[in-house]
């Protein structure tokens, strides 16, 4: 059966005219039954520019009825056709020519995106315009979030943090691809997705405080070890003892390296591939952040790094060496042998510079496994490493329980500590060390910090401990960097007694 526009326009004529079956051919009552039943609109009108025909389809996407739009001229409809050019138009069409056009066809306040293919073609000797009308509301919507969604991709390359891209990315799903529950979970060092940023609802229904585990078997964690989305069609199917709220049909959709993004809906079966598409796109854009975000925070690191290996280089170590030299010429003018043990400290010194910049680098890398220790056996080990703490300073431990780290770097992380306190709070201190919720605290009573110095002692060659010290304002860079490599984080506040105070958080801890 062939099927032209000669033979569509003849059926719709028939149509129009009410002929029946046996007036014309078996294979036009096929085509009517078609033309009838098709799921896109279809339409005629002639040289006066009012539909002589439409089909039922057409009419509800208007929300009306063939009799209604039966007789109604095409502009009262579409927009971009005006009665006062309509002649025009109608004689600019050659025979059997066909023009496809976008347009939006409006009756009675509901309004259609639409695509139109019309044909000029002639029909037992009147000429006919032939259409079908394809709704393409749902392909615009997306059109318009695929061009929103390319202007938050440069919000989140500006974004200054992790958590800043986060909120940007549950703004964006709410309010641009329509979605009111969702979360963003980022993985932890301790191998944990933890939320980071919420819609409204979705926090309402569903705690923010509990993250999920890597390696369990649950779909979040599914989905970012396998870097692949995860579609759930009904939520009450999943056999975990997570609490989704009011979601039925859920996306998670893996963030790269970095994390994962929920997407829910209360009906089963509410997404398709379409909508797995859009949201994949924001997600890997906000992966693409992130990753700009973390190597610009390592290049900020290295950069700190060679600024205060170049200070020590062009100053500390010239200074030891002058006075090495300076010793070691006296010795040899006067034969005063004494001189020596000046430049043996020179070099020790020297040493130790040496030393403490290969620390500040070794760990600072990434840290490539952790096993539980027990904090108090830890907390021994290195207040007995540390000098001088037999009379004088006290310490009071008032931590039990287990940490989950690097032993090599957290013993370095505490000895540091100590060796800060004991060298900054004066003869005697007292140095406690307690747990937190999510960490530990280690503080004295000594005179503390200043405010406005307390995020510049954390980077590198940064001191205010005397000259004739051993230490170059690395101790406190190391921990700095022992704490980055955990992913962990470190504040320095007032002590209890009014002395420093560092606090490190987001550290796994079990009894």
């Known amino acids: 059966m062939s099927c032209t526009v000669e033979s569509i326009g003849e059926t719709i004529i028939h149509i129009h005219l009410g002929h029946t079956v046996d007036n014309f051919s078996m294979e036009n009552a096929l085509f009517e039954e078609m033309v009838e039943a098709v799921g896109v609109g279809v339409c005629a009108y002639g040289d006066d520019g009012r539909y ?34 309509f002649e025009e138009y109608w004689n600019s069409f050659e025979p059997s020519e066909t023009r496809t056009r976008e347009a939006v066809h409006e009756y009675d306040g509901t309004a259609v995106d639409v695509q139109t293919i019309t044909t000029r073609a002639t029909v037992g000797g009147e000429q006919y315009h032939f259409g079908t009308i394809q709704d393409i509301t749902l392909r615009k919507r997306r059109e318009k979030q695929l061009s929103q969604l390319h202007d938050v991709t440069a919000e989140l390359i500006q974004a200054a943090t992790a958590e800043e891209i986060a909120s940007i990315m549950v703004r964006t799903a709410e309010t641009i691809l329509d979605y009111d529950r969702n979360a963003v979970r980022f993985a932890t060092k301790s191998d944990e997705l933890m939320p980071v940023a919420a819609t409204a609802q979705a926090s309402a229904e569903v705690a923010m405080d509990r993250g999920y585990r890597i390696d369990e078997e649950t779909p979040g964690a599914s989905a970012y070890r396998s870097g692949e989305p ?10 975990d003892e997570y609490d989704r709220g009011e979601a039925r049909s859920i996306m998670y959709l893996p963030i790269g390296e ?9 009906e089963p079966d509410a997404f398709d591939c379409r909508d797995v598409d859009l949201a994949s796109i924001l997600a890997s854009n906000a992966e693409t952040a ?22 020590v280089i062009s100053h500390d170590i010239p200074n030891h060496l002058n006075v090495a030299g ?8 006067d034969e005063d042998f004494d001189q020596l043990d000046h430049v043996s400290t020179a070099h020790g010194r020297i040493e130790s510079l040496i030393t403490d910049m290969r620390t500040l680098v070794d760990h600072g890398q990434q840290i490539e496994s952790t096993e539980w220790l027990r904090l108090q056996d ?16 006290t310490l009071v431990v008032e931590a039990e329980g287990f940490i989950c780290a690097d032993r090599s770097r957290f013993r370095q992380l505490l000895e540091n500590l100590l060796w800060n306190a004991l060298d900054h709070a004066g003869e005697e201190p007292t140095i406690r060390i307690g747990l937190l919720d999510d960490g530990l605290y280690i503080e004295d009573d000594g005179p503390g910090i200043a405010e406005d110095e307390r995020e510049a002692v954390l980077s590198p060659g940064v001191t205010t401990a005397d000259d004739d010290r051993d230490h170059y304002g690395f101790g406190l860079a190391i921990v700095n960097e022992i704490v980055r490599a955990h992913g962990w984080e470190i504040t320095i ?5 009014g002395g420093a105070r560092f606090e490190i958080t987001g550290v796994k801890l079990r009894a």
């Open 52 to 85: 002589s025909y439409v089909n039922p389809a057409y009419a509800d996407m208007l929300d009306t009825t063939v009799e209604t739009l039966v007789g109604t001229p095409i502009w009262e409809l579409n927009g971009d056709i005006e009665q006062g050019w």
């Open 230 to 239: 995860v579609l759930i069609e009904d939520a009450e199917t999943i056999d």
């Open 258 to 266: 970095f994390g994962v993004f929920s997407i829910a809906d209360t």
């Open 290 to 311: 992130l990753a700009r975000l973390a190597n610009e925070s390592d290049l900020e690191r290295q950069n700190e790094r060679l600024e205060a290996f170049v200070d």
């Open 326 to 333: 300076s010793r070691l010429e006296l010795a040899r003018m």
């Open 378 to 393: 830890e907390i021994k080990i290195c207040w007995e490493s540390c000098p001088d703490t037999e009379d004088g300073p």
């Open 493 to 497: 506040t007032d002590g209890t007694d």
